[in-house]
């Protein structure tokens, strides 16, 4: 079983013109699907919004009032917003600001019940890793991941892998779970980028591993740290269910890092980490730049179902990526493969010493592990 979760909630709500998540993105990835005949009806599941007592799972009640209490169109005071983090620090008051979230969180949740026979759910608007008990934060008012990894546990599983492709260190996913045996989290990054978090000696209490990395990483690199580092780290653990954040903002024509990878890593990502488990949940996350989030979110579910990329884009998908637009200056003046095509050209390069050695640190410290874990076995 194969499904893509979507809700019509993310065509009409934005986070306000001039903010990064203003731009279409799982609209986009749903229409594009579609254009290409890679989505159907019967392959296709409109998702509800969890419900107030699934989000207290994680989330304190307050906070959940306050949410909805703004949706209703009550004001915060400034304490308030201070407390909360809303209004603040990038994360806008806006219409839709408890039932968009939750919507998020119910699709991720629908993931869970759909996988617990086995089978692949891919839901791009969730993958919200930053969101906080009682804060937003990084632009996350609820934590879905959290919540989808808090209901496969509920569901009895004890083998759980969780796999952070975004180019920001998914914080609120690791502080949910420090050292939660049940769970494996890895996490690649770029180095020194905000929330500044997931250093590599940042172990989350036993149970994170953490693969920082530096500007520039490329596809290269991206191989490398895949084959050397992460699936060892997946496969060790034999996991039965495997829960993969896919941001898109670590490609290089995302504004909001300086990683430099092109959607081939990303994609190539994922295939190797499918059939890994016999559950996989594959979520969104971050990016700001509307086609390259099209293009790869697209891709991804190619992978997912074993479609062949195709060299050119038929023309109604390349009109559908024309109609998109973006308000930073290189929206203003586009290359034609933003339109014409779903793959990007490769970025490849050297790999450098930095990150060889934390492939190393990694490998090192999963070798302990697996030893430390035969030691205790036999006592």
Not at 137 to 164: E, K, M, P, Q
């Amino acid at each position: 079983m194969i499904r893509f979760i979507g809700n019509e909630i993310y065509r009409r709500s934005h986070l306000g013109r001039s903010h990064p998540l203003s731009i279409p993105r799982v609209s986009s990835c749903i229409d594009l699907s579609r254009l290409l005949g890679w989505l159907g009806q019967a392959s296709y599941v409109e998702c509800q919004a969890a419900t107030r007592e699934a989000l207290l799972r994680f989330h304190r009640a307050d906070y959940i009032e306050v949410l909805q209490r703004v949706e209703a169109g009550e004001r915060l005071t400034p304490e308030e917003k201070r407390r909360y983090n809303i209004g603040v620090n990038g994360n806008p008051l806006y219409a839709e600001i408890f039932s968009r979230p939750a919507t998020s969180c119910g699709a991720t949740l629908l993931a869970t019940q759909l996988v617990r026979g086995g089978g692949v759910v891919y839901s791009p608007a969730g993958g919200t890793h930053h969101g906080r008990p009682a804060q937003a934060s990084g632009f996350c008012y609820l934590n879905d991941i959290v919540l989808g990894l808090h209901a496969l546990l509920d569901n009895g599983f004890t083998r759980i892998v969780y796999v952070d492709l975004d180019a920001h260190h998914g914080d609120g996913v690791q502080d949910a779970f420090a050292a939660n045996s049940r769970i494996r989290l890895i996490s690649i990054h770029e180095h020194a980028r905000w929330p500044n978090t997931g250093s590599i000696d940042d172990d989350g209490g036993g149970n994170a591993f953490n693969i920082p990395v530096p500007q520039g990483f490329h596809d290269d690199e991206m191989a490398l740290v895949m084959e050397e580092a992460v699936l060892p780290l997946v496969t060790s653990f034999a996991p039965e269910a495997l829960v993969i954040q896919g941001g898109a903002d670590a490609l290089a024509d995302d504004p909001l890092s300086k990683l430099a990878l092109s959607n081939n890593a990303l994609w190539a990502a994922v295939g190797m980490l499918k059939g890994t488990a016999p559950r996989m949940i594959v979520l969104g996350g971050g990016g700001y730049n509307p086609w390259s989030v099209a293009r790869c979110w697209t891709g991804i579910w190619g992978v997912i179902t074993d479609r062949s990329i195709p060299d050119r884009l038929p023309l109604e998908a390349e009109n559908y990526l024309r109609t998109l637009t973006w308000r930073r200056s290189a929206g203003r003046n586009p290359p034609a493969h933003w339109f014409t095509t779903l793959r990007d050209e490769p970025r490849l390069g050297p790999i450098r010493e930095d990150v060889r050695l934390a492939v190393r640190a990694i490998a090192t410290r999963h070798h302990a592990n697996r030893v430390d874990v035969r030691v205790k076995g036999a006592a």
